[in-house]
């Protein structure tokens, strides 16, 4: 016997079920990933910089991107 179409209301529940396990996803991997994000500050002796100032230094890397960052570092010395 052939299965019927699933309903529209089905295929929402479905759907929204699959957002809450992606989003709890989301967090895990967030949450993974600053973990070796923080490794790799404490390997680097970055644990000596002040919180504000090292977000402050990110978001400006990621503004003008990594490359043109390195290169300002890079010609400073």
């Known amino acids: 016997m052939a299965r019927s179409k699933p309903s529209a209301l089905d295929t929402l529940k479905r759907l929204r079920e699959q957002r809450e ?3 709890q996803r989301e967090i895990k991997l967030r949450e993974d990933a600053a973990g070796e994000l923080g490794k790799l500050l404490i390997e680097c002796s970055a644990e000596t910089l002040d919180p504000g100032k090292l977000r402050q230094l990110v978001r400006a890397t990621m503004a003008i ?3 043109a960052a390195l290169e300002r570092v890079s010609a400073g010395k």
């Open 21 to 23: 396990e992606l989003a």
């Open 65 to 67: 991107g990594i490359d």
